[in-house]
């Protein structure tokens, strides 16, 4: 089970899926444990991240990266500077 980022998303990709029409999600500077109970894709509009994947490596996001989290994951996610971000579940 992997965080799939992909880095600078291409505007062309992210019109073509809709990204922004989702909804946005914001958070502050924090620290918390996260489990997806569904597949999750997001673009991130601000911040920076790192997700840590139980029993995995760190990820860092940020700023202009798209992110797909896979169902069942649990994770934990320090935000460093504050997220701004497009969602999709399912």
């Known amino acids: ?8 998303a291409e505007r062309e990709f992210l019109d073509e899926i809709g990204v922004f029409s989702w909804p946005i999600w ?6 918390f444990p ?3 109970e569904t597949d999750e894709s997001c673009y991130f509009l601000e911040g920076a991240v790192t997700v840590t ?3 995995g ?3 860092e ?3 202009g990266d798209y992110v797909t989290f896979p169902a069942g994951l ?8 504050a997220v701004r971000k497009h969602y999709r579940l399912g």
């Open 53 to 55: 994947p139980e029993g």
């Open 34 to 36: 996260w489990k997806y």
């Open 1 to 8: 089970m992997s965080i799939h980022v992909q880095r600078q």
């Open 61 to 63: 996001i940020g700023r």
């Open 74 to 81: 649990n994770c934990q996610w320090r935000i460093k500077r």
């Open 26 to 31: 914001e958070a502050k500077a924090s620290e």
């Open 57 to 59: 490596n760190p990820v």
